[in-house]
């Protein structure tokens, strides 16, 4: 989905951010991100051309849940006050651009990184969310379904489900709470060892 500088300035103008100057393509490969520069700052507009409105509202409930408790990147509102809006068809939302880095997969993150994940990873799961969520082995399965068979990856989640499929063990040992599903080193923002930004929480669930 190409997008040009005026369809964004078009976009932007349903939010108080002003002009845009700039704008640099961030990520396109599920969703669509764009780093924008306008004349009021640095924003992240975020197109969601694969996801469903439901989990974007789930996404929505469980980010105002965290947001006092970890660090997130804090969405703009738009003029008429809401988190995001519908246009030609798809959700769009605008955040605020945290600076920093995004460790690339194979890079390695620092005993300090590491101890803050941990802290952080244990701050959602001890968050209540009352929300409805797809169970986990439902959701494992439909994401099995769109790699690539006998992958690396196909491999990890196929053997995630036998984990989950004995969760009535881990029950035992483990509280139930609410899980990220999805963190990896493309979803934290750093800055000089330290975690700025924990991203995308559309998987998260706390069903299993």
């Keep these: 989905m190409k997008i040009t500088k005026q369809q964004i300035n078009d976009i932007i103008r349903n939010w108080d951010i002003g002009e845009i100057k700039t704008y640099q393509l961030l990520y396109s490969h599920w969703n669509i991100s764009y780093k924008i520069i306008t004349t009021k700052g640095d924003f992240i507009?975020?197109?969601l051309t694969m996801q469903e409105e439901k989990i974007l509202k789930k996404?929505?409930?469980?980010?105002?849940?965290l947001k006092n408790k970890i660090p997130i990147r804090s969405l703009i509102k738009s003029k008429s006050g809401k988190d995001y809006l519908i246009i030609k068809g798809y959700p769009i939302l605008?955040?605020?651009f945290v600076e920093g880095r995004i460790l690339k997969n194979g890079s390695q993150a620092s005993?300090?990184?590491l101890k803050q994940l941990r802290?952080?990873?244990?701050l959602i799961h001890k968050t209540k969310f009352n929300g409805n969520?797809?169970?986990v082995l439902e959701q494992i399965n439909e994401i099995t379904k769109k790699v690539k068979k006998n992958s690396l990856e196909y491999k990890s989640l196929k053997k995630c489900m036998s984990i989950i499929k004995q969760r009535d063990f881990y029950k035992q040992i483990f509280p139930k709470g609410l899980v990220h599903m999805d963190i990896h080193t493309e979803n934290m923002i750093i800055r000089n060892d330290k975690i700025m930004a924990?991203?995308?929480?559309e998987d998260a669930n706390n069903n299993y």
């Design 119 to 122: 802290k952080y990873l244990a």
């Design 111 to 113: 005993i300090n990184i």
């Design 45 to 47: 507009l975020k197109i």
């Design 94 to 96: 605008v955040a605020e």
């Design 133 to 135: 969520t797809t169970p």
């Design 59 to 65: 996404e929505l409930k469980i980010i105002s849940l």
């Design 198 to 201: 924990i991203l995308d929480f």
